[in-house]
Nanobody, 121 residues
Framework: QVHLVESGGGLVQSGGSLRLSCAAS????????MGWYRQAPGKQRELVAT???????NYADSVKGRFTISRDNAENSVYLQMNKLEPEDTAVYYC???????????????WGQGTQVTVSS
């Protein structure tokens, strides 16, 4: 199985910064993409940012220019630098990876447990 462990969440004031980290471990043959999603109370889970194999990235319009996703393939890790945080960014943030456990497997989505980010006004 693929296990994702997240860290870095917390409570900050508007305009502050946080850096989220996620490390993948377990039976991993290959990771295709990694990314971050978030879910606020009463809302659907939404994509925040993704990082693909060849450096291509994708950001939600609401975080462009404020958040930066990065990836360390050697450590099977992905990071999210969040700057200029706003109360609207308050949510549980989830790490995601599309991975195969072995050559006979197909790509599956794996999820972390989530980490709370709260931004006060």
């Amino acid at each position: 199985q693929v296990h994702l462990v997240e860290s870095g969440g917390g409570l900050v004031q508007s305009g502050g910064s946080l850096r989220l980290s996620c490390a993948a471990s377990g039976s991993i043959f290959r990771i295709n993409s990694m990314g971050w999603y978030r879910q606020a109370p009463g809302k659907q889970r939404e994509l925040v940012a993704t990082f693909l194999s060849h450096g291509s990235t994708n950001y939600a319009d609401s975080v462009k220019g404020r958040f930066t996703i990065s990836r360390d393939n050697a450590e099977n890790s992905v990071y999210l630098q969040m700057n200029k945080l706003e109360p609207e960014d308050t949510a549980v943030y989830y790490c995601n990876a599309a991975a195969r456990r072995d050559p006979g497997d197909y790509y599956r989505d794996y999820w972390g447990q989530g980490t709370q980010v709260t931004v006060s006004s």
